[in-house]
Structure formats: structure tokens, C-alpha cells
């Protein structure tokens, strides 16, 4: 670590601001995460590292560790995995290249849901672009704010369950690489990796051993187990295969301001692991406040 500057506890690696599907500005998040009694915080936005310099220079003058991350979409078969990136190069050309074209593949994909809602319920895309800010990444959180602001859901949670779910017909993906891919573009720009609530689906939906392995191989660091969406008997099962292959194990809010339940620090990662994950993390910097 950069001199003898150290970072602070209590520690969320895990949150969203506006630059992807947050309701606050990158300052915001930082600002609210000092009030939170948090030590140390991540940017996690989706396929964006467009609030790190915001994000970095706030917690310079609000007395916050800043760690640099993103959420990267991948996607096996058609089910989506998300991998959480920390302390890569931004400016790397084969992650910028990646990123683009899964954020313009999201785009594509909330324009064509919202003209298939749209033929059903009083829902345009100029509605969900007046939920969005310049430069986001448009996705499916925004198209649930937009259904809020028309009277179609009362919550985001609630469009998530109802129109936006899977199975109500109007779902559909989106270009994203694989794991493994996404993975070794994340440890070749000095970044570190950590699959996202991995234990969501459900015991009989974990992650393959067998695909884990290979993921190990290729430089996965660690499970976010400790996640509010996690599943008990697929946490545990994923804490014993954490124990076997030498993963790492974090635990974090997923924030995303008013756009959803979770509270900051309602998960945290242990000191030693953040100790771990900065000691291999080459690509950038954390920020201390």
C-alpha cells in the first residue's frame, strides 16, 4: 500500500451510483457511505468506470477509503453471471473494448424490451431515458423506474417480480462474455475478480464444480457469499468449495440508493481479505481518505 496509509473498516465492496442504475451521483454514494459508518467503499457500477474519479476525489475530503471496481457482465448460456472487477486499469483496450460493447448490447436490449412492454402498457422510451443520466448505462432498473413513475409498479422490486421478471413475456439478454473470458481480461489489466452473489438460484443452481475449477485456474480470487440474495443452503455449499480451491470470501450491500432494499454495510468483507485483494491488485489504486 501506497506509504504506511492504511485503509478503514468497516468495509462494502459492492455499490452502485447513478452512472449505472444508482440513484446517486458517485459523491453522493461516498458522502453516504462516510455518514453510514463505512470505513472503506467500492464503486461497482455496471461495465462503467466513469464515476471512479468522482468517486475517488470525495473520498479524498470525506476521510473514506475508495476502492475502484466494476460490475462486469458475463453470461453463461443464458443465464447472467455478474463478476465484480477491483483495482484494474480503466484505460486497459481490451477491457474498454469489452465494456462498449456490452453497454451498447444493453442499450439494444432496453430499447427492444420497452417497445415489446409498450405495445401492453402506457410505457415509452422517452420514459425510461427521463430516469436515466448522461452517460449511464441504461438497463432494466431504469425501465423499472420508468414503469414506477407511470403508476405500472409501485417499487422497483415490485416491476422486477411482475413485468420485468423472466417469465411475463417481455424479458430478454444481452451480449456479455463469458466468465472465464471476462476473468482473464480482468487479471491481465492487473485487476482482481470475484463472482457476485453467486448463490441466488438456489442449491441445485450453483455453480459447477467442474467450471469453478477452471475459473480458479484462471485467476478468480473469491464468492460474494455474504449477500442479502444469496441462497442459505447455497451459501454453504459454495463456502465449502470457497474452503477447497482457496477463494476468498466477501460480504457487501449491493447498494443502489432508493432503487432498491439494501442498506449500506448491511454486508461487509473482512479486513485481511481487502488486505489480499489490494496486495494483488496492479491495474490501479485505492484512495485514501
Do not use: C
Not at 145 to 172: C, K, M, N, P
Not at 174 to 202: C, F, K, N, Q
Not at 273 to 278: D, K, P, T
Amino acid at each position: 500500500m501506497a506509504g504506511e496509509r492504511r485503509f478503514r473498516g468497516p468495509i462494502d465492496l459492492h455499490a452502485h451510483s447513478s452512472v449505472s442504475d444508482g440513484t446517486e451521483t458517485p459523491a453522493q454514494l461516498v458522502r453516504a457511505a462516510a455518514a453510514a459508518g463505512l470505513g472503506t467503499i467500492a464503486l461497482t457500477d455496471h461495465d462503467s468506470t466513469a464515476g471512479w474519479f468522482e468517486a475517488a476525489a470525495t473520498a479524498r475530503t470525506a476521510g473514506i477509503t475508495f476502492i475502484p471496481g466494476m460490475e462486469f457482465s458475463t453470461r453463461v448460456s443464458f443465464a447472467s453471471v455478474h463478476l465484480l472487477a477491483y483495482l484494474f486499469d480503466p484505460s486497459d483496450a481490451a477491457i474498454v473494448a469489452e465494456t462498449s460493447r456490452v453497454r451498447q448490447a444493453r442499450l439494444l436490449r432496453a430499447e427492444q424490451m420497452v417497445e415489446r412492454i409498450g405495445a401492453d402498457y402506457a410505457l415509452t422510451w422517452e420514459d425510461v431515458l427521463a430516469q436515466t443520466t448522461p452517460d449511464a448505462t441504461v438497463g432494466r432498473p431504469h425501465i423499472a423506474d420508468a414503469l414506477v413513475a407511470r403508476g405500472l409498479a409501485l417499487t422497483r422490486s415490485e416491476a422486477f417480480a411482475g413485468i420485468l421478471h423472466w417469465d411475463a413475456g417481455y424479458y430478454q439478454p444481452h451480449y456479455a462474455p463469458d466468465p472465464l473470458r471476462a476473468i482473464e481480461l480482468v487479471r491481465a489489466a492487473g485487476g482482481v475478480p470475484v463472482i457476485a452473489h453467486p448463490a441466488t438460484r438456489g442449491v441445485n443452481d450453483v455453480i459447477p464444480e467442474s467450471r469453478l475449477a477452471r475459473l480458479v485456474e484462471a485467476g478468480l480470487f473469491g464468492l460474494e457469499l455474504e449477500h442479502r440474495e444469496n441462497k442459505t443452503a447455497a451459501k454453504a455449499r459454495l463456502y465449502e468449495l470457497a474452503a477447497k480451491y482457496g477463494l476468498f470470501v466477501t460480504g457487501s450491500s449491493d447498494y443502489h440508493g432508493e432503487g432498491k432494499p439494501n442498506r449500506l454495510g448491511e454486508n461487509t468483507t473482512a479486513p485481511a481479505v481487502l488486505e489480499a485483494l489490494i496486495a494483488q491488485g496492479t491495474g490501479s489504486e485505492p484512495v485514501f481518505g
